[in-house]
């Protein structure tokens, strides 16, 4: 077994259990891509088992801090028997799933969702590359599953010096997947959607804005970067009167209308706009239209720290609109899902947004993601969704 020593001092996060060895902790040692290696302090103790990954800036990612534990198949079946039976403790409404996120289930570079009857995976790490064959067959073993898609194209593959790759790893057939959610039904595409095929982190949040309409009677909603219409379904499910939603992505609004259609809503309770967002939001300030209700849910602004300033611009221009065609009373569902955006951080962007738009709001609820997108005590990089829920008070 080869082994990796750290610096001096490099030792303390590992002691903590966080799973991630940076390249410039490293004083000794090497390996092939994906090769299991020991991980070393300074003075030469055990820290953990790591997989190697000579290009990435993340050298190793740790699979065991078990000195005894051997990470041969028989540990990746069992990893994923134990992400498999956690889900039992979460209360999900729908046959669509994380059944296994990465670093959280003690599997760095893996996330695998479940869609109804298919299961879509990504192997996002040298690690995970090395020992696919064995992830995959565990999968299929322990769902009873027979279809697998793979969609290994994020752009992290790159930073691990590994190729995209997509397609059926096991089964075949149609990569369009209707799936029941709550009190309604959507349709996605594992092989053509963003991550896996869809947003299920969002699943609670879609739920909560479907509550939130129907108890507070919303005419208008507004759904921005609003991608295959997710909380544009839930809108209408809660009764919403009419829900318009703006995307600059043609197929993804295509799918949105098609999600309106597949569970009954009337076309005429939905506008779909193939436009961009800001310019859209300024253009309603401008003609003093509002709206009671505004999801603001936009693609990741800062994928890590270094990105955070440039982003929190972005962030507190969009609700500094929002805020502003926000009817008194209304209230505004906003995210981040920017792992370099801090819960804090966001907070202070959107409180910066209210202020400059002269805007006062309650905060009522602070959202995640859905449980089955766990964060741990040792990784809390896991929490990368982040929201608020505010209630816009009147002027005065």
């Not at 999968?139 to 930073?159: K, M, N």
């Not at 804090?344 to 959107?350: G, N, P, Q, S």
Request: aromatic content about 8%.
């Amino acid at each position: 077994m080869k082994t990796i020593r750290l610096r001096d001092g490099k030792e303390r996060s590992l002691l903590r259990r966080h799973p991630w060895i940076f390249d410039g902790a490293i004083a000794s040692g090497s390996a092939d891509a994906g090769e299991t290696v020991r991980v070393e302090g300074y003075a030469g103790q055990f820290l953990g088992w790591a997989a190697f990954s000579p290009s990435s800036k993340i050298r190793a990612r740790v699979w065991s801090f078990d000195e005894t534990q051997r990470i041969d198949a028989s540990f990746f079946i069992a990893r994923i028997a134990q992400a498999i039976k956690a889900r039992s403790l979460f209360d999900i409404q729908s046959d669509g799933r994380r059944l296994i996120h990465g670093e959280s289930d003690g599997l760095p570079g893996l996330v695998v969702d479940r869609y109804a009857d298919t299961l879509v995976a990504q192997f996002s790490s040298c690690g995970t590359e090395r020992w696919k064959d064995v992830i995959v067959q565990a999968l299929l073993a322990q769902t009873g599953l027979t279809r697998l898609y793979e969609r290994s194209d994020a752009s992290v593959r790159a930073l691990e010096g590994l190729p995209e790759a997509t397609g059926w790893l096991a089964g075949s057939g149609d990569t369009s997947i209707t799936i029941a959610e709550h009190d309604w039904k959507l349709s996605l595409d594992v092989a053509e959607g963003h991550k896996t095929g869809f947003y299920l982190d969002q699943r609670d949040s879609r739920q909560k804005f479907a509550s939130t309409t129907r108890r507070l009677q919303f005419e208008r909603v507004l759904n921005c970067f609003c991608y295959t219409g997710g909380f544009s379904v839930a809108a209408l499910a809660g009764g919403a009167r009419h829900v318009t939603s703006i995307d600059s992505s043609a197929p993804a609004l295509a799918r949105a209308q098609a999600n309106v259609a597949l569970n009954g809503f009337d076309a005429s309770r939905s506008t779909l706009l193939d436009a961009d967002v800001n310019a859209s939001l300024r253009q309603y300030q401008k003609e003093g239209r509002t709206f009671d209700a505004i999801v603001l849910d936009p693609p990741k602004f800062a994928p890590t720290i270094k990105h955070a300033e440039r982003a929190a611009r972005a962030y507190k221009d969009i609700n500094r609109l929002a805020l502003s065609i926000l009817e008194p009373g209304g209230v505004l569902f906003t995210y981040s899902c920017s792992g370099g955006i801090s819960g804090d951080l966001f907070h202070k962007i959107v409180a910066s947004a209210g202020t400059d738009a002269g805007i006062d709001a309650f905060i009522t609820e602070r959202m995640g993601g859905a449980p089955d997108h766990p964060m741990t005590v040792a990784f809390p990089e896991g929490e990368y969704l982040k929201g608020l829920v505010l209630v816009k008070r009147p002027a005065g």
